[in-house]
Nanobody, 126 residues
Framework: QVQLVESGGGLVQAGGSLRLSCAAS????????MGWFRQAPGKEREFVAA????????LYTDSVKGRFTISKDNAKNTVYLQMNNLKPEDTAVYFCALRTSWTSRLSNTASWYTDWGQGTQVTVSA
């Protein structure tokens, strides 16, 4: 059973930075795509970024381009989301998600991913 554990959330002032981590365990597959989504109170879960395991193909939602960077450490089975120049509208619970994939295909659709973490809270104060 796949387990995803997020960490790194917290409270930061606008313009600050945070780095989220998502450690994957309990799977026997070597190739998978991982993504980050977020959900603010009263809003639907929205896509933030994704990365393929093999080719390092990346995908971002427009609102975070130039501010957020997704990366991965294959040896640690961990994906990171470096968030810079944070804005109050980035406040949300951030979730990581995984899908076994042997291609470089990525998706911004939540239903494409098969496993999810519990989430980590990110709060950006004005």
């Amino acid at each position: 059973q796949v387990q995803l554990v997020e960490s790194g959330g917290g409270l930061v002032q606008a313009g600050g930075s945070l780095r989220l981590s998502c450690a994957a365990s309990g799977h026997s597959f070597s190739n998978y795509a991982m993504g980050w989504f977020r959900q603010a109170p009263g809003k639907e879960r929205e896509f933030v970024a994704a990365i393929s395991w093999g080719t390092r193909n990346t995908l971002y939602t427009d609102s975070v381009k130039g501010r957020f960077t997704i990366s991965k450490d294959n040896a640690k089975n961990t994906v990171y989301l470096q968030m810079n120049n944070l804005k109050p509208e980035d406040t949300a619970v951030y979730f990581c998600a995984l899908r076994t994939s042997w291609t470089s295909r990525l998706s911004n659709t939540a239903s494409w991913y098969t496993d999810w973490g519990q989430g980590t809270q990110v709060t950006v104060s004005a």
